[in-house]
């Protein structure tokens, strides 16, 4: 229901408006202002980022420490940058395939034992990472996948919550295309394929997005499975790099805008997918 | 009107419906197969290994007897971790109680402050232009998309003591800034240590927005009959937040509550960042804990289970709450 037109113009309610953007601009002033801050002080010279106190703004901005990452041959980023974009598009390709496919069954079959089986799905959710991390770094050692990018994607094929998901997801499809695919001759992996998945573009962004995300900026356990320096991901690639240049602010400060802008990129034209996802994730 | 599968079953047409049947439960059955044998060995066995472990005093480096170097020079010894953990004079032991004390205190720190700010804020969104709110809830939600990596760098720059913006905006209102934000053991505030306060605050600015989504599409579900009538009755805003909104949102504030408890005691990359434990392990956590004892210092895994174990079934009864709440019953 609208709000009555009077109300709005009344003068409490104009006062209340405007005190509440007061308050949400402040919020937004305190969300930015870290960002803003790294960013301007990546801007400043060697000189400018040793004085005390300093300055808010350079006084001669200059490029200088992005480009020395970018461009210096003693600082490897591109195979570590290329380690991150594979990992995280193996991980996104596979649990979009699983979940949505095991979804599938769930939600469309009946079968002796599929509450079990599903009950046994969702144990993944109830269980802390920290607790069957010990036990998946031996597996990964008797596995002889330690230090190689397959630590991190063999272990994380199957995703309990993307199931879930996609399991709400297809059960508001209706069985009529199903049924009619079917007295044509249809698979039942051809009706998956062919009628199931064309339909689920929403929440197929909406998962692979967030799965995208959440492998990009994992530290936890490619720190406990990857040790060579040719092997790390973003992530260590900057923990190290930190250790390594930790008398160079100027470097480090910028190294880790980098690492945001690619997940910012993505951010902005996906904006909604996510704020959807996080949204819903949080009623699983 | 299409003829479903079902119809077919009831019809007289009862063998070729049963064969369909017997098809689509096998076609079930094979696809399921793999994926629950591969739950199997990534979540159920590592959970009934990580039991196992703590029971036995278990490093890698040794070779047991038994299955999985169980047992020989892995010997099992009941709950000899739990009872070191508990009450012995270990170091790891000992840093283990503080930390299980330190990752109380950062929760209940952390769960308020993020309510304080939630809560008010996703109330103000709610009340503005359609246009400004998504792009407000956007850059809300920023610092939440970020690589904690990246931002415990931010933070750590911000919390510099000469350079950092926090001194600066001390000295700007006249306030002498503490000599060491994240270093000094003696600062101590109200019985928190400074260094812990640092961490809260990074971690709700970085945390805050996912709260924030969650009680603004909790608000969006309210219906606005219920406000606007407590408006005509001549509710102030402030009595209306408190006696419309809060009591209505009272089963997602509880949700989201749960929630934020169960992941604030799993932080991690902040706390080995941002104050890497210290100083004099006043920000060591649970967590922290169960990563040093297990990769970084001693490789002791079977304490690193105990451990592990202890953070589980706390997160469990956490767990089975929000499933209770879940479950209740709820309508406006």
Same mark, same amino acid.
Not at chain 1, 39 to 67: C, G, M, N
């Given at each position: 229901?609208?709000?009555?037109?009077?109300?709005?113009?009344?003068?409490?309610?104009?006062?209340?408006?405007? &005190?509440?953007?007061?308050?949400?601009?402040?919020?937004?002033?305190?969300?930015?202002?870290?960002?803003?801050?790294?960013?301007?002080?990546?801007?400043?010279?060697?000189?400018?980022?040793?004085?005390?106190?300093?300055?808010?703004?350079?006084?001669?901005?200059?490029?200088?420490?992005?480009?020395?990452?970018?461009?210096?041959?003693?600082?490897?980023?591109?195979?570590?940058?290329?380690?991150?974009?594979?990992?995280?598009?193996?991980?996104?390709?596979?649990?979009?395939?699983?979940?949505?496919?095991?979804?599938?069954?769930?939600?469309?079959?009946?079968?002796?034992?599929?509450?079990?089986?599903? &009950?046994?799905?969702?144990?993944?959710?109830?269980?802390?990472?920290?607790?069957?991390?010990?036990?998946?770094?031996?597996?990964?050692?008797?596995?002889?996948?330690?230090?190689?990018?397959?630590?991190?994607?063999?272990?994380?094929?199957?995703?309990?919550?993307?199931?879930?998901?996609?399991?709400?997801?297809?059960?508001?499809?209706?069985?009529?295309?199903?049924?009619?695919?079917?007295?044509?001759?249809?698979?039942?992996?051809?009706?998956?394929?062919?009628?199931?998945?064309?339909?689920?573009?929403?929440?197929?962004?909406?998962? &692979?997005?967030?799965?995208?995300?959440?492998?990009?900026?994992?530290?936890?356990?490619?720190?406990?499975?990857?040790?060579?320096?040719?092997?790390?991901?973003?992530?260590?690639?900057?923990?190290?790099?930190?250790?390594?240049?930790?008398?160079?602010?100027?470097?480090?400060?910028?190294?880790?805008?980098?690492?945001?802008?690619?997940?910012?990129?993505?951010?902005?034209?996906?904006?909604?997918?996510?704020?959807?996802?996080?949204?819903?994730?949080?009623?699983? | 009107?299409?003829?479903?599968?079902?119809? =077919?079953?009831?019809?007289?047409?009862?063998?070729? !419906?049963?064969?369909?049947?017997?098809?689509?439960?096998?076609?079930?059955?094979?696809?399921?197969?793999?994926?629950?044998?591969?739950?199997?060995?990534?979540?159920?066995?590592?959970?009934?290994?990580?039991?196992?472990?703590?029971?036995?005093?278990?490093?890698?480096?040794?070779?047991?007897? !038994?299955?999985?170097? =169980?047992?020989?020079?892995?010997?099992?010894?009941?709950?000899?971790?739990?009872?070191?953990?508990?009450?012995?004079?270990?170091?790891?032991?000992?840093?283990?109680?503080?930390?299980?004390?330190?990752?109380? %205190?950062?929760?209940?720190?952390?769960?308020?402050?993020?309510?304080?700010?939630?809560?008010?804020?996703?109330?103000? %969104?709610?009340?503005?232009?359609?246009?400004?709110?998504?792009?407000?809830?956007?850059?809300?939600?920023?610092?939440?998309?970020?690589?904690?990596?990246?931002?415990?760098?931010?933070?750590?720059?911000?919390?510099?003591?000469?350079?950092?913006?926090?001194?600066?905006?001390?000295?700007?209102?006249?306030?002498?800034?503490?000599?060491?934000?994240?270093?000094?053991?003696?600062?101590?505030?109200?019985?928190?240590?400074?260094?812990?306060?640092?961490?809260?605050?990074?971690?709700?600015?970085?945390?805050? !927005?996912?709260?924030?989504?969650?009680?603004?599409?909790?608000?969006?579900?309210?219906?606005?009959?219920?406000?606007?009538?407590?408006?005509?009755?001549?509710?102030?805003?402030?009595?209306?937040?408190?006696?419309?909104?809060?009591?209505?949102?009272?089963?997602?504030?509880? /949700?989201?509550?749960?929630?934020?408890?169960?992941?604030?005691?799993?932080?991690?990359?902040?706390?080995?960042? %941002?104050?890497? !434990?210290?100083?004099?392990?006043?920000?060591?956590?649970?967590? /922290?804990?169960?990563?040093?004892?297990?990769?970084?210092?001693?490789?002791? /895994?079977?304490?690193?289970?105990?451990?592990?174990?202890?953070?589980?079934?706390?997160? %469990?009864?956490?767990?089975?709450?929000?499933?209770?709440?879940?479950?209740?019953?709820?309508?406006?």
């Amino acid at each position: 229901m609208k709000t009555p037109p009077t109300k709005r113009l009344s003068p409490g309610f104009i006062l209340g408006k405007s &005190g509440a953007y007061a308050v949400l601009i402040l919020g937004l002033v305190a969300t930015l202002l870290p960002f803003f801050y790294i960013i301007v002080s990546s801007l400043k010279t060697d000189a400018e980022l040793r004085q005390t106190p300093p300055d808010f703004f350079s006084k001669d901005p200059t490029l200088k420490h992005y480009i020395t990452i970018l461009t210096d041959e003693n600082i490897p980023i591109e195979r570590n940058v290329l380690n991150s974009v594979v990992v995280a598009l193996a991980r996104v390709a596979i649990t979009l395939f699983t979940s949505s496919f095991a979804g599938y069954i769930f939600a469309k079959y009946h079968f002796k034992g599929k509450n079990l089986a599903f &009950g046994v799905i969702l144990i993944q959710i109830m269980i802390p990472f920290q607790v069957v991390m010990i036990p998946n770094y031996l597996l990964i050692v008797k596995f002889g996948l330690i230090d190689s990018l397959w630590a991190l994607i063999i272990p994380s094929m199957v995703d309990a919550y993307g199931i879930f998901m996609m399991k709400q997801f297809i059960e508001s499809m209706p069985a009529e295309l199903m049924d009619a695919a079917r007295i044509d001759g249809a698979s039942e992996f051809g009706i998956y394929s062919r009628i199931i998945l064309p339909q689920m573009g929403p929440a197929l962004a909406s998962l &692979g997005v967030f799965t995208f995300m959440a492998t990009w900026n994992d530290y936890l356990w490619p720190l406990i499975v990857l040790t060579s320096p040719e092997n790390r991901t973003i992530p260590l690639l900057l923990v190290w790099f930190q250790t390594q240049h930790s008398s160079n602010q100027g470097l480090i400060l910028a190294a880790s805008i980098l690492t945001l802008i690619p997940i910012f990129l993505v951010y902005i034209f996906l904006q909604r997918w996510i704020v959807d996802q996080a949204t819903s994730s949080a009623f699983k | 009107m299409a003829i479903s599968i079902s119809d =077919l079953f009831k019809s007289d047409n009862v063998s070729e !419906g049963g064969k369909l049947m017997a098809k689509q439960r096998r076609f079930a059955y094979t696809s399921l197969v793999p994926i629950l044998l591969y739950m199997g060995l990534f979540t159920l066995f590592p959970i009934l290994f990580a039991m196992v472990m703590s029971l036995f005093s278990y490093t890698p480096i040794r070779e047991g007897s !038994g299955f999985l170097d =169980l047992g020989g020079a892995n010997p099992f010894i009941g709950i000899n971790n739990f009872i070191e953990l508990a009450t012995g004079t270990g170091k790891p032991a000992e840093v283990f109680r503080l930390a299980v004390w330190n990752t109380f %205190l950062f929760t209940v720190l952390v769960l308020p402050l993020n309510l304080i700010i939630t809560l008010p804020l996703a109330v103000l %969104l709610e009340s503005i232009s359609q246009k400004f709110k998504i792009l407000f809830r956007a850059i809300y939600f920023l610092p939440t998309i970020s690589s904690t990596v990246a931002l415990a760098i931010i933070w750590e720059y911000m919390y510099a003591p000469g350079w950092g913006l926090l001194s600066l905006m001390f000295k700007a209102v006249g306030l002498v800034p503490p000599k060491s934000w994240l270093q000094d053991p003696n600062a101590i505030y109200f019985g928190v240590p400074l260094a812990m306060i640092c961490v809260v605050i990074a971690h709700v600015w970085q945390d805050f !927005g996912y709260n924030l989504v969650i009680f603004v599409a909790a608000l969006q579900s309210i219906p606005k009959t219920l406000r606007e009538a407590a408006r005509v009755d001549g509710a102030t805003r402030w009595q209306e937040f408190w006696l419309v909104v809060v009591p209505l949102l009272r089963r997602t504030i509880l /949700l989201t509550s749960v929630l934020t408890v169960i992941s604030s005691l799993q932080v991690f990359v902040i706390f080995q960042l %941002l104050s890497r !434990g210290g100083p004099k392990n006043q920000t060591q956590t649970m967590v /922290l804990s169960i990563y040093e004892n297990a990769f970084r210092f001693s490789n002791n /895994l079977g304490l690193a289970s105990a451990m592990s174990m202890i953070l589980f079934i706390i997160i %469990l009864v956490l767990t089975v709450t929000q499933f209770r709440i879940l479950r209740t019953e709820w309508e406006y």
